[in-house]
């Protein structure tokens, strides 16, 4: 019977939770456990492992390996090598069961930009945008832009990935607000 989703001849899909339309590419692995959900794009060289979830229509370029307990929500995008860990203090010669790894949770519509790393047990935000090669240590809020080593915010951006001010429509015409320290969506402007 043929799958519902795609894998290369030269990619390996061990698990059997993979969601219709996603494609794994070659000298991709996805092992057995693994969730992935309908239409992602798995690139060339990616790995990932049993204890990970993916969400729906969710972009995994080259050479990204997602771990034990991290957990992509929908629409998530990791450029290429963005590095995700789940060890806070690994050791060879100390054996650790994934219930020991720090959860790493990215929410819906966030992007982590080409080479950035993300320190486990973080959390990054809905829609929120990090900079290619950052080294984030703490959590982001949703729809922060935040850059750097160690990484930084440097403001707000747009569900369409535009940089915007609170208050001020966004060239696609979104309206934001912040309140009490969080983005929130006031209308869409239909002009």
Same mark, same amino acid.
């Given at each position: 019977?043929?799958?519902?989703?795609?894998?290369?001849?030269? /990619?390996?899909?061990? !698990?059997?939770?993979?969601?219709?339309?996603?494609?794994?590419?070659?000298?991709?692995?996805?092992?057995?456990?693994?969730?992935?959900?309908?239409? $992602?794009?798995?690139?060339? *060289?990616?790995?990932?492992?049993?204890?990970?979830?993916? /969400?729906?229509?969710?972009?995994?370029? +080259? *050479?990204?390996?997602?771990?034990?307990?991290?957990?992509?929500?929908?629409?998530?995008? @990791?450029?290429?090598?963005?590095? @995700?860990?789940?060890?806070?203090?690994?050791?060879?010669?100390?054996?650790? !069961?994934?219930?020991?790894?720090?959860?790493?949770?990215?929410?819906?519509? $966030?992007?982590?930009?080409?080479?950035?790393?993300?320190?486990?047990?973080?959390?990054?935000?809905?829609?929120?945008?990090?900079?290619?090669? !950052?080294?984030?240590?703490?959590?982001?809020?949703?729809?922060? @832009?935040?850059?750097? +080593?160690?990484?930084?915010?440097?403001?707000?951006?747009?569900? $369409? *990935?535009?940089?915007?001010?609170?208050?001020?429509?966004?060239?696609? /015409?979104? @309206?934001?607000?912040?309140?009490? /320290?969080?983005?929130?969506?006031?209308?869409?402007?239909?002009?």
């Amino acid at each position: 019977m043929e799958k519902p989703y795609f894998v290369h001849e030269k /990619g390996m899909c061990d !698990s059997d939770k993979v969601g219709k339309g996603t494609r794994v590419w070659a000298f991709a692995h996805v092992m057995a456990g693994a969730v992935i959900g309908k239409e $992602c794009n798995i690139g060339e *060289g990616c790995y990932v492992e049993g204890g990970a979830v993916v /969400g729906n229509h969710c972009t995994l370029k +080259n *050479g990204v390996a997602v771990w034990d307990r991290v957990t992509l929500e929908d629409y998530v995008f @990791l450029g290429p090598n963005a590095v @995700l860990t789940n060890d806070y203090m690994p050791r060879c010669r100390v054996k650790k !069961s994934p219930d020991d790894f720090l959860p790493t949770l990215l929410r819906e519509g $966030c992007t982590i930009g080409a080479n950035a790393t993300i320190v486990c047990g973080i959390t990054i935000g809905k829609n929120a945008m990090i900079g290619a090669g !950052s080294v984030i240590t703490r959590n982001v809020p949703d729809h922060a @832009l935040v850059f750097g +080593n160690p990484a930084r915010m440097h403001g707000y951006v747009c569900v $369409c *990935g535009e940089k915007m001010e609170p208050g001020v429509p966004c060239e696609c /015409g979104k @309206l934001y607000r912040l309140q009490i /320290g969080k983005v929130l969506e006031v209308k869409t402007n239909k002009a």
